[in-house]
């Protein structure tokens, strides 16, 4: 005969109804659930340069990566894997990011914070135009 009590059926629930919170939090603050990763690890191609307006920003979202345009047409691209908790970035509001998982907010045109509880600002990456499409590529 055991000497472990043995469970309730309050303690077989309660431990029922946890599990999977846990288990899906631990999924939200990974960045390697998409199988794609942080930063491009190769060139790729995003999209038409005319894509990106000047004074703003396109989130290319399944590629993890975020271009603006500046006013003299110049672009800037940064990784959109936040800097804080890994999670792939998925919302662009103007020029600013915003990570679903713990709500901090960066600039699109620098990569810097906006609101934390991120400290770091995202990678940036280098960008070019080829053949009319915009290329990121790691930062050299």
């Given amino acids: 005969m055991s000497t ?10 309660r431990g029922a109804a946890l599990t999977p919170v846990a288990g899906l939090g631990l999924v939200a603050c990974s960045a390697g659930g998409s199988g794609t990763p942080a930063t491009p690890t190769a060139p790729v191609a995003l999209g038409a340069e005319r894509e990106v307006p000047k004074g703003g920003a396109k989130l290319y979202q399944d590629e993890n990566v975020v271009v603006s345009r500046a006013a003299d047409g110049s672009l800037k691209a940064y990784s959109t894997v936040c800097t804080h908790g890994g999670c792939p ?52």
């Fill in 4 to 13: 472990r009590p043995s469970a309730t059926r309050r303690t077989v629930l």
């Fill in 89 to 140: 970035i998925n919302k662009l509001s103007g020029t600013t990011l915003i990570c679903p998982c713990h709500g901090s907010r960066f600039d699109a045109t620098t990569g810097k914070v906006l609101q934390s509880p991120a400290t770091v600002p995202l990678t940036e990456l280098s960008v070019e135009v080829k053949n009319g499409k915009v290329v990121a590529s790691p930062e050299a």
